[in-house]
C-alpha cells in the first residue's frame, strides 16, 4: 500500500477515499477479482460507489502500472490483479482460470524498434488462451 501510494504521488494523484477502497479490495477479495466483485466489497466501505467509478479509478490504475488488467476472452468481464512485479497471464477459454506467468517474454528493444514513429509505449498487455489441465481433461 505504501509503495501504491508513493508512486500515485510521483505522477501526481492523491489516494482518494474511492482509490483507497478499490486497492483495499483488490488486497482482499482474493485472486483475480472482477469490477463487479470488486464494486461489491468497496460497497462495504462506501455504499453509494457505482460501478462506473470503479472503472475509472481501476483504468487510472492501470494506466499508471499499478493494476494488471486480464482480458478473459468470451467472458462477459476482465478481472484485475495488483500488479507486484510485471508479468502476464495464461487464461482457459473453456472455465476463465487464469495462471500468472512469472515474467514478461517481450523484448523491449523489438518494441522500441517496431514503435520508433514518435510513438511513446506507456504500457502493454498480453494474454496466452488456451485450456487448463482440468479442462483438458474433462474435454
Ligand atoms: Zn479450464
Ligand atoms: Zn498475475
Ligand atoms: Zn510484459
Known amino acids: 500500500m505504501e509503495n501504491l501510494l508513493q ?4 505522477k501526481g494523484y492523491k489516494m482518494t477515499p474511492q482509490r483507497r477502497a478499490v486497492v483495499t479490495a483488490l488486497l482482499e477479495c482474493g485472486e483475480f477479482p472482477s469490477a463487479q466483485t470488486i464494486l461489491e466489497h468497496v460497497k462495504h466501505t462506501l455504499p453509494d460507489v457505482s460501478l462506473d467509478t470503479i472503472y475509472r479509478n481501476l483504468a487510472l490504475l492501470v494506466e499508471l502500472g499499478l493494476v494488471q488488467e486480464i482480458h478473459l476472452r468470451g467472458r462477459e468481464s476482465n478481472v484485475f490483479e495488483l500488479t507486484v512485479t510485471h508479468h502476464h497471464h495464461l487464461v482457459c477459454l473453456s472455465c476463465g482460470k487464469t495462471l500468472c506467468l512469472d515474467h514478461c517474454p517481450i523484448d523491449h528493444r523489438d518494441v ?10 506507456v504500457s502493454h498487455s498480453l494474454e496466452f488462451y488456451g485450456y487448463c489441465r482440468t479442462c483438458r481433461i474433462a474435454g
Open 7 to 10: 508512486k500515485l504521488r510521483e
Open 112 to 121: 522500441a524498434k517496431a514503435a520508433k514513429q514518435g510513438f511513446e509505449i
